[in-house]
C-alpha cells in the first residue's frame, strides 16, 4: 500500500485562492515559507474580494471628490456633507456567493455587514435598500433562492429596526448559477464626528467587542473570489450566520462608545474578519499591531489561531482605544451585554505579530499584506459592437393589448408587493416615500428637519452586455434621473461592480469599458463615486453573469414638502412627456419579452441632454409647479404611463406624435425622458421651449383604462391582474 505523499505548502495555498506565483512573491517577500496561520492572512488579504488586485488600476479612473465629498472611496463608506452641520454615510456591497450557497443567512448577513460599515463611521443608519438579480423562473433553484434571500433581508432588517426603502429585482437566466444580492445602507451623523479606521499611533491598547468567534465563515473571502462548480453546495461551512438582535446591541454600544471621547480609531469585523481589520488599522495608520488569541472570546472549544484569524462571524468590531480609556469602553460594553476583551496594543514595529498559548504563531511586514498586494494589469478586449436597430427592424406586435399585459406582467415588470411587503418600510417614523409604492427612489426625512434624504439603486444589465460602456454611463444617469424625479439634487453614488472572470479578457473588457462610461457619467453630472465594491468571479462551470455594475445613489431634497412622487394623478390633468423620443428599441424590454430577442446596440445616452432635462424637472417641482413625474426607463413611454396609472387609480389616454411606428414610440427606451403630469399643460410647454427641452403634450389622465386612440383601450383591471398577478402566481 502506497502512502499518500504529504502537501506540500504550495498545494495549501492553492487550495486556499493563491495562484503559484502569488506563493512564490510570498516567499521572495519573507525570504522563508511562511506558516499556517501565516499563509492564511496572506491568502484572505490578497484575495480578489479584499485587494481589488485585478480592478483597483481601473476604479482610478472613478472621480471622488467633490464639494460635499467629506470621504471618499478608502473607509468604511462614503461620507457626503448635507448642510446644518449634518452628514451623510453610505455604501453598498455584495453577499453574492453566500446567498447563492445559503439564500437566508446569505443576505442576512450581507444586511448585518454593509449597516457596519456605515455605523464604524459614527452614523446611525436609517435606510436600507438591495438590489437582486435572480435566474430564470423556471430554473429550478430560482424560488427556493428567491424565498430564502427575501426572508433573509426581511429578517435582519426588521429585527434590526431600519427601514428597508429602495431596491430593484430582475429574472434572467444568466444568473441561474450565480445570484446577486447587492445591499446598501445609508446613516446619518454629525459632520464633524466621522471615525475612522487608521490606527494614529504605537501604544494604543486593541479593544474586540460584540460577538464571540466561532467557526463559521471562515475563508469565506476567499470563496467569494473563485468561480462556482457543480460542488458548490460544499461551501455552506463559509456562509456566515448572523444575529439581528446582536446587531441591534452593536450599533447602541458602539455609538455610545464613540459619544464617550474613547475611540482612536474604529473597524468593523467583515470579509476576512479579525485579518482584515487588525491588518488594514494598522497598515491604514504606518504602525504595527500585536494580538494575543488567547484574549479573544470564542463560542468554541479548541480554535485554533488559523480559525480565529479567518472566522467571518457575525456583529464584532474591533476598536483602537486612547490610552486608559479601557474602563470606559468595559462599562458601555457590559451595559449593552456585549463580549469584549483588550486583544492587543499597536507598535511601532510595522508587523502583525500574533501569540497564541504562548507562542508567537504569526510575524509578518504589514506592507505586502495591504498597500504592497498584488496588483494586476489584465489584458481584455473592446466587446463586439451590436448593431443599432432602427425602429423598421423590429416588428409591431400584432396585438398591443396582449403586448401590453404580457410586458407589464413579465418578471422584471411585474410588481414586487411579494417582496416588498415582507420588509418594514416605515420603521423610525422617517420614511416619507418608499419605491415600492409610487415612487422613483425612495426618500427618508432627516430627524427633525425639513430636508430628507432620497435614495436609489439601479442598473440595467442588458444594456450593459450589448455596451458595456454606453451601459455603464446609463446606469449612473438613470440613478441621476430617479432621484432628480422626486425632487432631490443629485450629491453622490456608491457602487458595486459584478462580473464574471477577470482573468478572462472578454470578461475584463466589459469591467474596463463599463467603468469608463460610469466615470465619464460622475464628471458630466457632478455625481462623484465615495465608496463601493467590486465582486468578481460571477460565474458557474465557466458560465459568467451578465455584466451588472450596481449604482446606489443619494440625493438632498431641502424641503419635503416639495417633492414629486408618480402615485398622485388625478382625472383630467394633462400628461406631458419632456425628452427626445427617438424610438431606441435595441436590447429593449419590449424586443426580449415580446419578441424573444436580446440583440441591438442600447440606448445612446446623451449626458448634456440628460442634465439639462434633469435641472429642467428639478426646478419645476422646487417650485411646486409639478409633483407627478416618472422617468421613462424599461418599456418606455408605455411602461412609464402604465406604473403611473396603476398606482393612482386613474386610466390614461395616449395620443402618439406619429412621426415614429407606433410601437417605437411606445416601447422605445430613449433616454433622459420624464412623465409628468400637469393641470395645465401650457406653462410647462412654454417654459420647457424656453429651455430648450424638447416636450409635447401626450395624453390625459381619466376613465379606467390604459388607452391609445386607433391602436388599444385596456382595462386597468386586466392590467392590474397582469402586474399584480405574476409574482404571486411564481411563488405559490
Not at 230 to 240: G, H, M
Amino acid at each position: 500500500m502506497t502512502a499518500t505523499p504529504a502537501k506540500s505548502l504550495a498545494d495549501t495555498a492553492a487550495e486556499f485562492g493563491l495562484k503559484a506565483e502569488e506563493y512564490d512573491l510570498i516567499l521572495k517577500r519573507l525570504n522563508r515559507e511562511p506558516n499556517l496561520v501565516e499563509l492564511g492572512v496572506f491568502s484572505v488579504m490578497w484575495s480578489e474580494h479584499c485587494s481589488y488586485k485585478s480592478s483597483r488600476k481601473h476604479l482610478g479612473k472613478f472621480p471622488t471628490k467633490g464639494p460635499r465629498v467629506i470621504q471618499g472611496p478608502g473607509e468604511n463608506a462614503g461620507v457626503v456633507d448635507i448642510g446644518d452641520g449634518q452628514a451623510c454615510v453610505f455604501k453598498m456591497e455584495s453577499h453574492n456567493h453566500p446567498s447563492y450557497i445559503e439564500p437566508y443567512q446569505g443576505a442576512a448577513t450581507g444586511v448585518g455587514g454593509i449597516m457596519r460599515d456605515v455605523f464604524t463611521m459614527g452614523a446611525r443608519p436609517v435606510a436600507l435598500l438591495n438590489a437582486l438579480r435572480f435566474g430564470d423562473p423556471s430554473h429550478p433553484k430560482t424560488k427556493r433562492l428567491v424565498s430564502g434571500v427575501v426572508a433573509g433581508i426581511g429578517g435582519y432588517g426588521n429585527c434590526v429596526g431600519v427601514p428597508t426603502v429602495a431596491g430593484e429585482t430582475n429574472f434572467h437566466r444568466g444568473y441561474d448559477g450565480n445570484i446577486l444580492v447587492n445591499a446598501m445602507c445609508v446613516g446619518l451623523a454629525d459632520a464633524d464626528k466621522i471615525f475612522y479606521s487608521a490606527a494614529p499611533g504605537p501604544g494604543l491598547p486593541v479593544v474586540y467587542f460584540g460577538s464571540k468567534t466561532g467557526r463559521d465563515g471562515i475563508h469565506g473571502a476567499t470563496m467569494a473570489s473563485a468561480e462556482f462548480d457543480d460542488a458548490s453546495d460544499e461551501k455552506r461551512p463559509t456562509v456566515q450566520v448572523g444575529d439581528p438582535f446582536a446587531e441591534k446591541l452593536l450599533i447602541e454600544a458602539t455609538l455610545e462608545l464613540m459619544a464617550s471621547g474613547a475611540v482612536a480609531a474604529i473597524q468593523d469585523m467583515g470579509a476576512a474578519g479579525l485579518t482584515s481589520s487588525s491588518v488594514e488599522m494598522a497598515g491604514k495608520g504606518g504602525v504595527g499591531i500585536e494580538l494575543d488569541l488567547d484574549a479573544v472570546p470564542q463560542r468554541e472549544e479548541g480554535m485554533s489561531a488559523y480559525e480565529m484569524m479567518l472566522s467571518e462571524s457575525q456583529e464584532r468590531m474591533l476598536a483602537i482605544l486612547k490610552p486608559g480609556r479601557e474602563a470606559d469602553g468595559q462599562r458601555i460594553f457590559e451595559k449593552w451585554g456585549l463580549d469584549a476583551a483588550t486583544i492587543g496594543q499597536t507598535t511601532d514595529t510595522g508587523r502583525i505579530v500574533l501569540k497564541h498559548q504562548g507562542q508567537v504563531v504569526c510575524d509578518l511586514p504589514l506592507a505586502p499584506l495591504s498597500d504592497d498586494a498584488p496588483l494586476y494589469d489584465r489584458p481584455w478586449v473592446a466587446p463586439a459592437a451590436q448593431p443599432h436597430l432602427a425602429p423598421a427592424d423590429v416588428p409591431a406586435p400584432e396585438d398591443y393589448a396582449a403586448a401590453v399585459r404580457q410586458l407589464m406582467g413579465s418578471p422584471d415588470m411585474a410588481s414586487k408587493r411579494w417582496i416588498w411587503e415582507q420588509y418594514d418600510r416605515h420603521v423610525m417614523a422617517d420614511t416619507v416615500e418608499d419605491s415600492a409604492t409610487g415612487a422613483d427612489a425612495g426618500v427618508v426625512r432627516v430627524h427633525g428637519t425639513k430636508k430628507a434624504l432620497a435614495v436609489t439603486s439601479d442598473c440595467t444589465p442588458r444594456y450593459v452586455l450589448n455596451d458595456p460602456f454606453e451601459g455603464g454611463k446609463q446606469a449612473v444617469a438613470e440613478a441621476w434621473r430617479n432621484l432628480t424625479a422626486v425632487g432631490a439634487t443629485p450629491i453622490a453614488i456608491t457602487d458595486n461592480l459584478n462580473f464574471g472572470n477577470p482573468e478572462r479578457p472578454e470578461i475584463m473588457g466589459q469591467i474596463v469599458r463599463a467603468i469608463e462610461g460610469m466615470a465619464l457619467a460622475c464628471r458630466e453630472l457632478d455625481f462623484p463615486v465615495v465608496s463601493g465594491n467590486v465582486s468578481l468571479y460571477n460565474e458557474t462551470n465557466g458560465q459568467a453573469i451578465p455584466p451588472t455594475p450596481t449604482v446606489g445613489a443619494v440625493g438632498l431634497i431641502a424641503d419635503y414638502d416639495r417633492r414629486a412622487d408618480f402615485a398622485s394623478l388625478k382625472p383630467g390633468d394633462a400628461l406631458v412627456l419632456l425628452g427626445d423620443t427617438r424610438g431606441a428599441l435595441g436590447a429593449s424590454m419590449y424586443l426580449r419579452e415580446i419578441l424573444g430577442r436580446e440583440d441591438g446596440a442600447p440606448p445612446p445616452v446623451d449626458l448634456a441632454q440628460e442634465r439639462k432635462t434633469g435641472d429642467f424637472v428639478r426646478d419645476l417641482i422646487k417650485g411646486e409647479q409639478i409633483t407627478v413625474v416618472h422617468d421613462l426607463s424599461d418599456g418606455g413611454l408605455v411602461a412609464a404611463a402604465a406604473e403611473m396609472a396603476l398606482a393612482s387609480g386613474v386610466g390614461v389616454a395616449l395620443t402618439l406624435e406619429g412621426a415614429l411606428p407606433a410601437h417605437a414610440e411606445l416601447f422605445g427606451e430613449d433616454q433622459a425622458r420624464y412623465l409628468v403630469a400637469v393641470v395645465e399643460a401650457e406653462p410647462i410647454l412654454a417654459a420647457a421651449r424656453a429651455a430648450g427641452v424638447p416636450a409635447r403634450r401626450v395624453g390625459e389622465a381619466g376613465g379606467e383604462a390604459l388607452a391609445v386612440r386607433d391602436l388599444f383601450d385596456l382595462p386597468l383591471s386586466q392590467l392590474r391582474d397582469a402586474y399584480e398577478g405574476w409574482m404571486p402566481a411564481y411563488m405559490g
